[in-house]
Structures are given as C-alpha cells and as structure tokens.
C-alpha cells in the first residue's frame, strides 16, 4: 500500500489545526503541518527557520521551492502506507502542481481536499483569542476553547502565549493572502471532483464529525 494524503484547505483561523488534531485521534493519519513545521525549525534556529522567520512575522508565504523540500524530504522519512493530513500545505497552484508530480513519482494518493468555511469576522475573533502552548503546540482559545487553568496548557502544563502573527494587522494581511494566493486552489480541485466544503463556523465537535464523516 502507498502514501496517501487529505488535504484541509481554509483561511487563517478556519480551525485547520483544531480539527485535524480531532479527526487524526479517531481516524489513522498523521497530522502534518506546514506552519508547525517552520515553528519548530525557528526555534531550533536552523537554516530553514532563519530564513522562514523573515516571511512568517509579516503573516506573508515562505518560497514555494523550500516547502516543497521540507515537505517532500519529510514524506520520504516516513513510512509507506502512511496516511497524511495536510494542514496549511498546498497554498499556491504551483505548491499544488509541484505535490502533484511528487505524487506521481511515488505511486502516491491525494484522495479528498477538504474547504473549512468561515466568514471574516468569525476569523478575527478566532485568531485574536488564539493562544497556543511553548512547549507543545497545543492551540486554545481564550472564550472559545478555554484551558482548564488560564494561561496554562491543559495538555503538558506548559505557559500558554500569542503567536506572533496574530497580531490583528498581520492577521489582515494573512487573510489578504489568502485570498490571493491560496484560494485559487478551490477552484483547482473542484475540477478534480475531490472537493468538499464544510461549515467550519460551527462547534468543533460537529465540524470534526462532518470532516471524519468524509474520509470514511
Ligand atoms: P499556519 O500555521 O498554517 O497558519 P494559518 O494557515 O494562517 O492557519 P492558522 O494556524 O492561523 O489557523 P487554523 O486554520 O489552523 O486555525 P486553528 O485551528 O488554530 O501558517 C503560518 C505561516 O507559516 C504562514 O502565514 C506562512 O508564512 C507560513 N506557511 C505555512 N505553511 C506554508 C506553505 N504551505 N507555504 C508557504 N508558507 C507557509 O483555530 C484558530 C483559533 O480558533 C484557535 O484559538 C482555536 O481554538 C479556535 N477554534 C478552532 N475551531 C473552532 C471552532 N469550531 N469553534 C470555536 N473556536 C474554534
């Protein structure tokens, strides 16, 4: 059996990463995110987080070429019946087109691309109450989805903290992006017959039940 991969296409705050930790505790992927990924290689300093960190605070895309590296060097550390979930990766046609031909060099499957929909002001008070744990990554919200202790994370006990890029300016400009560069791909795999879109304003558990719904 090969890889085989889902995508979760959405804005900024759209709920991509809540929803993909909650579907891959029931269903058998991995959850891989392009975002967690650069986070972690900025604070590990290495050459590759130097380098993202310039684009990631103005809340502006990391070059298409070294996404694709980290991400196909990534898949092919891994083993070969995985199951993926992609969070925040493919954002431009040519993210989309470049996974397209690695995918087709490895035998590999990317079978349902998934929307989360919401509308703009949902986005802004998601991502302003947004806080996320130093230690594990672990995301919160401060009225949304509140930690059990205020400002500690329920999962490793870690201090819970703003990402930089949730600042509303930059958050405006994330969106901006969005829309740009990133939306284009809706219309990309609705050609293919692989999309499907889901209300993402509603309660974590019912969107994350629509979602798992999908992939059986
Ligand atoms: P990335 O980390 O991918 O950020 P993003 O796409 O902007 O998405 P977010 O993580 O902000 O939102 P999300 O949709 O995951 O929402 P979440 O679940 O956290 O990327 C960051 C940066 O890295 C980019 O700007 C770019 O520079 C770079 N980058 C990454 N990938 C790249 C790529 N492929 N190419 C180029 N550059 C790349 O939810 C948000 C909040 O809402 C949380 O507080 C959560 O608790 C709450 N919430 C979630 N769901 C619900 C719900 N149903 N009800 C109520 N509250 C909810």
Redesign the pocket.
């Known amino acids: 059996m090969g890889i085989q991969a889902v995508i979760l296409l ?10 993909a930790d909650d579907v891959v505790r029931q269903a058998d992927y991995i959850h891989f ?4 990924m ?2 972690e290689a900025i604070k590990q300093g290495t050459p590759v987080g130097k380098q ?1 960190e310039q ?2 605070t103005k ?4 070059p ?1 070429k070294l ?1 694709i590296e980290i991400v196909m060097q990534r898949i092919d550390r891994g083993a070969d019946g995985a199951k993926y979930m992609f ?6 046609l040519e ?1 989309a087109r470049l996974l397209d031909a690695e995918f087709v060099k490895r035998k590999a499957v990317l079978s349902r691309v998934i929307l ?1 929909d919401v509308p703009k002001d949902v986005v802004l008070q ?2 302003t ?3 996320v744990c130093r230690n594990c990554g672990a ?3 401060i009225h ?2 509140p930690p059990q202790k205020s400002g500690i994370c329920d999962r490793c006990g870690g201090p819970l903290e703003q ?1 930089p ?2 600042m509303e300016a930059t958050i405006l400009n ?1 969106l901006e ?1 969005f829309h740009q560069q990133t939306a284009a791909l809706i219309a990309y795999y609705k050609s293919r017959g692989i999309l499907a879109r889901v209300d ?5 558990e019912q ?1 994350a039940a629509e979602v798992a719904g999908l992939l059986k």
């Open positions: 959405g804005a900024p705050g759209a709920g991509k990463g809540t929803i995110s392009t975002g967690d650069l986070r993202a684009y990631m809340g502006n895309l990391v298409d996404i969070d925040g990766f493919p954002r431009t993210q989360l998601r991502l109450g947004r806080r995301s919160f919200h949304n989805i990402r890029d949730d994330r992006v993402s304003s509603r309660p974590r969107t």
